[in-house]
């Protein structure tokens, strides 16, 4: 691959772009920022460093064949995290070895049940902007969070039976539907104003809070068995 940048920041995190220049000027007008941040030759001199490297952030990166170098990472570091910002990749069949999975903004990467086997959460900082498919029946996710969404969220949860926490921020959604989610502990949504409908399969027992969605009552009527 041409132009390979790696950098490090927030001391643990290794970053790979193909553009460094552009990774600074975002990160000046953006909420994710990479202060003290080290520009690297090669990754490799992190290994002979005795470096710790326990998150992995993709910023700026376009690349159609990128397998051996997430694999070569992954062999060699114990990642948290993988995050994706203004990235557009093709994970092929690739399983990503982290539990976390971060998708920022300007994101254009499909997620297969190979890619999210081991994935115990993912968070999505700016749904409206992903540009991807992800598949069907990801039973190995627990926690789901959403932030900037316009109403993508209502077919985007279905991909994940089996979560047991949902946090929402800033949508356009109108109706949750919570259905065949047995597993499910905790409902949070913020923000969220044009929320009119929420409903469940069958009565749960799990905390629910809501915050500034000024049209439907906590708890709402059909969902007076829940505890807040």
């Given amino acids: 691959m041409d132009n390979i940048e790696y950098y490090t920041f927030d001391r643990d995190t290794l970053g790979v772009t193909n553009n460094f220049n552009k990774v600074i000027e975002q990160s000046e007008n953006s909420f994710i920022s990479i202060d003290r941040y080290e520009k690297i ?9 005795e470096r710790t490297i326990n998150n992995l952030s993709f910023r700026n990166f376009h690349s159609e064949n990128c397998l051996e170098l997430i694999k070569y990472i992954q062999n060699k570091f114990d990642l948290n995290i993988i995050a994706f910002n203004h990235t557009k990749l093709n994970l092929y069949d690739i399983k990503l070895k982290t539990k976390q999975i971060v998708v920022n903004e300007n994101v254009s990467i499909n997620f297969n049940n190979i890619n999210l086997e ?19 029946n ?41 259905s065949k989610f047995n597993f499910l502990e905790l409902v949070e949504l913020n923000y969220c104003s044009k929320l009119k409908n929420i409903e469940f399969e069958k009565k749960p027992t799990v905390k629910f809070s809501l915050h500034k969605c ?3 009552s906590l708890p709402p009527k059909e969902l007076n068995s829940l505890s807040v």
Avoid: C
């Fill in 41 to 49: 030759s090669d990754i490799k001199d992190l290994e002979i460093q």
């Fill in 118 to 136: 081991s994935i115990e959460e993912i968070t999505f900082t700016d749904l409206k902007s992903y540009d991807g498919e992800i598949s069907d």
């Fill in 138 to 178: 990801n039973v190995s996710l627990k926690k789901l969070m959403v932030w900037h969404d316009r109403k993508a969220i209502s077919k985007l949860i279905y991909k994940f039976p089996s979560i047991q926490y949902f946090f929402l921020t800033k949508s356009s959604v109108e109706e949750l539907l919570f």
């Fill in 214 to 216: 000024p049209m439907i």
